[in-house]
Nanobody, 115 residues
Framework: QVHLVESGGGLVQFGGSLRLSCAAS????????MAWYRRAPGKQRELVAI???????HLANSVKGRFTISRDNAKNTVYLQMNSLKAEDTAVYSC?????????WGQGTQVTVSS
């Protein structure tokens, strides 16, 4: 069992920055790949970024050069640093991990970028 709690969302102006956090508990965090997804209004959920247990990262093309994913294993936390935010980044952002084929999700945090 794992429990994920996101924080850090909010309203930000075009070109601004936010840092999202996802605190994990209930499992061996250091062994898990962690991911950030987002769902914009009227759109399907999309993968934004993923970080492996050994720190390798992958970012969606739409956020490369603007977003960074990182993790602090001592704090059981994964971060999503979002810079140069655009209106199309407006979405609910959720963190995710998969354990034994089961998806675990946080409750999500809203990010709204105003133009």
């Amino acid at each position: 069992q794992v429990h994920l709690v996101e924080s850090g969302g909010g309203l930000v102006q075009f070109g601004g920055s936010l840092r999202l956090s996802c605190a994990a508990s209930g499992s061996i965090f250091t062994l898990r790949d962690m991911a950030w997804y987002r769902r914009a209004p009227g759109k399907q959920r999309e993968l934004v970024a993923i970080i492996s247990s050994n720190g390798n990262t992958h970012l969606a093309n739409s956020v490369k050069g603007r977003f960074t994913i990182s993790r602090d294993n001592a704090k059981n936390t994964v971060y999503l640093q979002m810079n140069s935010l655009k209106a199309e980044d407006t979405a609910v952002y959720s963190c995710n991990t998969v354990i034994s084929g089961v998806d675990y999700w946080g409750q999500g945090t809203q990010v709204t970028v105003s133009s």
